[in-house]
């Protein structure tokens, strides 16, 4: 990883968009840190579109993309998406609704064996406001030993589905979407913007495990400093990185990017 300040100014004044993880890499300790919510105005003003890309669950979503400066909030880690255009929202998802519909019924057998296998590992407190996923409490209100989440993870893919670990959560997806290909989804849904034939087009700022699929697939990324304690989740580390952690290093990554969009070019 390359601090942040050697990115350079061709690349940032070729971006049209950010899009970042929430949480550990905007929050501390679960609450939207000051300097990064003045960021994202300051990148927003500055014309860039902007999506909160989050394992969060749908519901918070909701409220994200009617409260923040971003153009999408795309909730259980690229589900689903919600898009505030004027006054009104329109929301999307990766499956259908027979697809969630079948896939809520696997996720109610799954959790009957969780709790008969690993009793002690409970589920997060926001799962009532999930559509898609299932998320289990491994670091948020619960600290469950690394042990124990790597035997949860390996009970989630008996079940067939896919296990994704963040800063806080242990999700189980019965689906193939990630935070990289729901970002491809909602950007073509919202604008018709292919990221896929052009990702360096787009920044990604995160900072743990489930953003893995994000920094393999965007050349640019950044990460705020604490992505050093989850690089071993990481097959491919982001390729710069902030001296800041969480919403701090998220406004420090804002900054060096918003000045070099001001520059002029060589």
């Known amino acids: 990883m390359k601090p942040i300040g050697e990115l350079p100014a061709v690349v940032a004044q070729s971006l049209v968009g950010v899009a970042f993880d929430v949480d550990d890499t905007i929050t501390h300790e679960g609450r939207l840190e000051l300097p990064a919510y003045e960021a994202m105005w300051k990148l927003r003003a500055a014309g860039l579109r902007l999506m909160a890309v989050t394992g969060r669950p749908l519901g918070w979503a909701d409220v994200l993309a009617r409260q923040w400066p971003i153009d999408v909030a795309i909730g259980e880690n690229g589900a689903g998406w919600i898009h505030r ?131 393999s697939f965007f050349p640019v990324t950044a990460g705020v400093a604490n992505v050093v304690e989850h690089l071993q989740r990481l097959p491919k580390a982001p390729a710069y990185v902030a001296t800041l952690p969480r919403g701090r290093g998220f406004a420090e990554i804002a900054s060096h990017i918003l000045r070099l969009r001001q520059e002029p070019l060589a």
């Not at 006054?87 to 959790?111: P, V």
């Not at 409490?137 to 067939?160: F, H, M, N, T, Y």
């Not at 806080?168 to 909602?186: L, M, Q, S, T, Y």
């Open 85 to 215: 255009e004027a006054a009104r929202f329109h929301e999307g998802y990766f499956a259908s609704q027979a697809e969630r519909d079948a896939n809520q019924e696997r996720l109610s057998a799954l959790l009957v064996e969780v709790k008969r296998k690993l009793p002690h590992i409970v589920l997060a407190q926001d799962q009532r406001a999930r559509r898609c996923d299932m998320a289990f409490d491994i670091g948020e209100s619960e600290q469950v030993p690394p042990e124990d989440v790597a035997k949860l993870c390996r009970l989630i893919e008996s079940a067939g589905a896919l296990a994704a670990v963040s800063s806080v959560h242990a999700h189980a997806v019965f689906g193939d979407w990630n935070k990289a290909r729901g970002i491809v989804r909602a950007a073509q849904a919202v604008w018709g913007d292919d990221v896929e034939a052009f990702p360096a087009r787009w920044l990604f700022i995160g900072d743990s495990g489930n953003d893995a699929p994000a920094f």
